[in-house]
Structure formats: C-alpha cells, structure tokens
C-alpha cells in the first residue's frame, strides 16, 4: 500500500544506529531507542504532564472531567489518522521516522499514557460517586432519625 511504501526505508536510507524492530523485545527497549531530545517529543511529554495536572486539579469538577474525559478518547480513537498523517509527513518535525504501519509508536507514546489518565479519571469518579453515596445514605438515616422521634 501507498501508506507501507512511505513507512519503509531502504537499507542506504536507515540511520547507522538504526536498530530491526524484530530485535526489540521489550517496551523498555522500544522506549530506549527513542530520541527524547526531539522536540515534539518532549512537547509530548509535557501535553501528558499537564493533562495528568488537569486531571488532578480538577478532581472535584466531575463536568470539567467528563469533558477531557471524552477529549481524550476521542483523540485516541483519531491516532490511526494522525500515525498516518505524521508518518508521511515526519520531516516536518522529526529528524527521524518513529510513526510505524502497525501503530506501536503512537499507541506506545500517545495511547497508552491517554488512556492511563482516562483510567485515573475512572478511579476518581467511583471514589466521587462512594462519597455521594455515603453522604445520601447519612441523610436518609438523618431523616428516619427525625421522624422516628417525632412519632414519639
């Protein structure tokens, strides 16, 4: 396919150190392999900081968290685009070709710490809805309470 030919490299065009994905065994080693100091990745890092602050700051605002909530997995669910579009197009920002035809890049950088926050965003709605369901259990024995002495 068109998308494969502009993924592939002849063997004159890899970098020395280039390494054969076949070799890479682990997520470690995938990992090891990548050139942090390129700046649209470390602008990658930084947008998963923020949003994990966001996240936290915003703990108390279930809305706000719905919001980047569905922010979120709608950009996931837009990578296999975007992995397409970067991976034509890497020259513009990269002096290397991370984007892959099977997604491992952008599902490894991108996806996984996404879906990492959308899981604490999970977490932090039980705990929200633990708390709404204590404090409406307190209030109904409040009011047997109330009525119960009142029949007395």
């Not at 099977?102 to 959308?118: D, E, H, K, R, W």
Request: aromatic residues 12%; proline residues 2%; positive net charge.
């Amino acid at each position: 396919s068109l998308l494969q030919e502009k993924m592939s490299y002849k063997q004159s065009q890899l970098p020395k150190d280039a390494i054969n994905t076949q070799d890479i065994d682990s997520i470690y080693k995938f990992l090891a392999h990548i050139d942090w100091t390129e700046p649209f990745l470390q602008g990658l890092v930084i947008f998963h900081v923020l949003s994990m602050l966001t996240i936290i700051a915003t703990r108390k605002r279930v809305w706000i968290q719905g919001f980047l909530f569905t922010v979120l997995l709608v950009s996931i669910s837009l990578t296999e685009r975007a992995n397409e579009w970067l991976a034509t197009n890497f020259k513009l920002y990269a002096k290397l070709q991370y984007f892959d035809s099977q997604g491992m890049f952008i599902s490894l950088t991108y996806s996984a710490p996404v879906l990492i926050n959308c899981v604490i965003i999970l977490i932090n709605w039980f705990f929200i809805s633990g708390d709404m369901l204590v404090k409406v259990k307190r209030k109904q024995i409040e009011v047997e309470s109330k009525e119960s002495k009142k029949d007395k």
